[in-house]
């Protein structure tokens, strides 16, 4: 099992605002990451740190952290950010980077 | 341009070996850490091992964790998994990715990945 949590599943309007939420006990000391996968793609690293997006990111997608809860903002979601959606950062003892079990991301 | 190309997948039966390799380029590889993140069949993710640049610091998955051994080459900018012991749950596509500094502890992300190679345990 998982020691960070997430929601199976998301729905979002297309132009809408969704937040993709990740719960750990260990996200209260280290910064999760973020990764978007699509069918059949490796994933691609989407927010890392404190809020930080690599170059090519568009900057509708946005991080932030509160307590043991990550969470993940697309605002005005695009249908090309339909996917999967996984978070990660270090466990509590800081020997292992667990993923979380993913959030499938819909856009209607 | 950064690419990472994986190799050493295949159709193994329980309990035997496989050795996983994974090509870096476009980069200065023993400037960073590496992992390995694998993916079961319609799976999440699961981080399998990371390695510091100079394998002075490797950590595990407590699944994999004395039945598998991370290990690279920076003379060849080469990363490896050696797989022993293969269980039918160690089934999965397996993937090479990059840390964003020389520690994989101290920045615990990955920035860069492979597209994986497939590794399938039955007998």
């Known amino acids: 099992s998982s020691e960070l949590t997430q929601d199976p599943a998301v729905s979002v309007a297309l132009g809408q605002t969704v937040r993709i939420t990740c719960q750990g006990d260990s996200l209260r000391s280290y910064y999760a990451s973020w990764y978007q996968q699509k069918p059949g793609q490796a994933p691609v690293l989407v927010i890392y740190?404190?809020?930080n997006r690599p170059s090519g990111i568009p900057d509708r997608f946005s991080g932030s952290s509160s307590g043991n809860t990550a969470s993940l903002t697309i605002t005005g979601a695009q249908a090309e950010d339909e996917a999967d959606y996984y978070c990660n950062s270090r466990d509590s003892s800081g020997n292992h980077l667990p993923f979380g079990g993913g959030t499938k991301l819909t856009v209607l | 341009e950064v690419q990472l190309v994986e190799s050493g997948g295949g159709l193994v039966q329980p309990g035997r070996s496989l050795r996983l390799s994974c090509a870096a380029s476009g980069f200065t590889f023993d400037d960073y850490a590496m992992h390995w993140v694998r993916q079961a069949p319609g799976k999440g993710l699961e981080w399998v091992s990371g390695?510091?640049?100079?394998?002075?610091?490797?950590g595990y998955a407590d699944s994999v964790k004395g039945r598998f051994t991370i290990s690279r080459d920076n003379a060849k900018n080469s990363l490896y998994l050696q797989m022993n012991s293969l269980r039918a749950e160690d089934t999965a596509l397996y993937y090479c990715?990059?840390?964003?500094?020389?520690?994989?502890?101290?920045?615990?992300?990955?920035?860069?990945w492979g597209k994986g190679t497939t590794v399938t345990v039955s007998s």
């Open positions: 990715a990059k840390g964003p500094s020389s520690s994989w502890t101290d920045y615990y992300y990955m920035d860069v």
């Open positions: 390695i510091s640049w100079n394998s002075g610091s490797i």
């Open positions: 740190g404190k809020n």
